[in-house]
T-cell receptor, first 113, second 113 residues
Framework: KAGVTQTPRYLIKTRGQQVTLSCSPI?????VSWYQQTPGQGLQFLFE???????NKGNFPGRFSGRQFSNSRSEMNVSTLELGDSALYLC????????????FGPGTRLTVT | AQSVTQLDSQVPVFEEAPVELRCNYS??????LFWYVQYPNQGLQLLLK??????LVKGINGFEAEFNKSQTSFHLRKPSVHISDTAEYFC???????????FGSGTKLNVKP
């Protein structure tokens, strides 16, 4: 069974631009969560989608948004990029509403210059 | 809300020596507890989890952890480490009611030959 895939793996953007990251969960998984990982703040929960609905949200500004499609694939979008948005963005999928059985993708490394 | 404290940011240890990575959590409700490992430039991989039942949990790669409710701890142990165990280890807690994950700041395990 294929694991969680994230595209692209690396991305360089300029301040003020916007970016879209993609996550394909493990086949059959309906819950997708997004995390931001930085050296200073560690791993922080962004949001979780289940059956195309955002079910939980972390403490991030509205510039961070996401969505989930009917095939459970998810995208997250960051608008008006800031230098502090440089991070590894991790996606995790789980089978159903219970997120404790999460499987993580390799992440997308975003660099904002 | 929950929080997770990993007491050691770095742990150096010689190969074949035992190791313990410490994790304490705070929560007013029942929690699920997890340990994840992250190798360089990769996503997180689940090592083990405590959901209920026996307080001694065995995971992959010879790791085990013990849930201690009175001390609110979930320390990770391995009796004999290998060079390949060099990685960053994250403790996490999830509240089943809110389906959110809270991660500790991570402990970098450096196994020396």
């Amino acid at each position: 069974k294929a694991g969680v895939t994230q595209t692209p793996r690396y991305l360089i953007k300029t301040r003020g631009q916007q970016v879209t990251l993609s996550c394909s969960p493990i086949s059959g998984h309906r819950s997708v969560s997004w995390y931001q990982q930085t050296p200073g703040q560690g791993l922080q929960f962004l949001f979780e989608y289940f059956s195309e609905t955002q079910r939980n949200k972390g403490n991030f500004p509205g510039r961070f948004s996401g969505r989930q499609f009917s095939n459970s694939r998810s995208e997250m979008n960051v608008s008006t990029l800031e230098l502090g948005d440089s991070a590894l963005y991790l996606c995790a999928s789980s089978l159903d509403r219970a997120v404790y059985e999460q499987y993580f993708g390799p992440g997308t490394r975003l660099t904002v210059t | 809300a929950q929080s997770v404290t990993q007491l050691d940011s770095q742990v150096p240890v010689f190969e074949e020596a035992p190791v313990e990575l410490r994790c304490n959590y705070s929560s007013s409700v029942s929690v699920y507890l997890f340990w994840y490992v992250q190798y360089p430039n990769q996503g997180l991989q689940l090592l083990l989890k405590y959901l209920s039942g026996s307080t001694l949990v065995k995971g992959i790669n010879g790791f085990e952890a013990e849930f201690n409710k009175s001390q609110t701890s979930f320390h990770l142990r391995k009796p004999s480490v290998h060079i390949s165990d060099t990685a960053e280890y994250f403790c996490a807690v999830s509240d089943s009611n809110f389906n959110k994950f809270y991660f500790g700041s991570g402990t970098k395990l450096n196994v020396k030959p």
